[in-house]
């Protein structure tokens, strides 16, 4: 196996402990701040975290089945045939986090907020069409809940941003 094959084992196997899944959402928060203070780099250095993060933790010893079967079900939607559907939707990713830099960028709360909802809520659609039901609904509790509480600190910035 080369380097490059051994690389993405080693992340692969890591990305199978699901903290990597709960912390994911979390990283929107600093791109939009970012975003809101007109920094590229900032953007760019979230953006690598965000890329990244899925090799920040251990690879568990016994990964939970319902991670293996989800990942598994990831692996093979990535390494299948790619059509004009499929490369739609993964232009989706580019595009809403473009979109989302720059409705933060032009100080556009509430486009950045619709998003920020439209990119989760996309993501878990299309859990549901990728991965069994059982599998969609295991990845739905850390999609849920970083929506959740990246609605909260939006709206807790925007109160603040709006009483000075």
Request: aromatic share 16%; charged share 10%.
């Amino acid at each position: 196996m080369g380097a490059v094959e051994d690389l993405a084992a080693w992340a692969w196997a890591r990305h199978h402990n699901e903290w990597s899944w709960w912390i994911r959402p979390f990283f929107l928060l600093p791109y939009c701040w970012f975003a809101w203070r007109r920094s590229l780099a900032g953007i760019l250095l979230t953006l690598v975290a965000l890329l990244t993060s899925m090799a920040w933790f251990r690879a568990p010893a016994a990964p939970s089945p319902m991670a293996v079967a989800v990942l598994a079900a990831e692996r093979d939607y990535l390494l299948g045939p790619w059509g004009p559907a499929k490369i739609a939707v993964a232009l989706l990713v580019p595009g809403t986090l473009a979109a989302l830099a720059i409705a933060f960028w032009r100080r556009s709360f509430a486009w950045g907020v619709a998003v920020v909802n439209a990119m989760v809520l996309a993501k878990i659609a299309w859990t549901f069409v990728v991965f069994t039901g059982e599998g969609a609904l295991h990845h739905l509790t850390p999609a849920a809940f970083g929506l959740l509480a990246c609605n909260l600190v939006l709206l807790v910035a925007w109160r603040r941003w709006r009483t000075g």
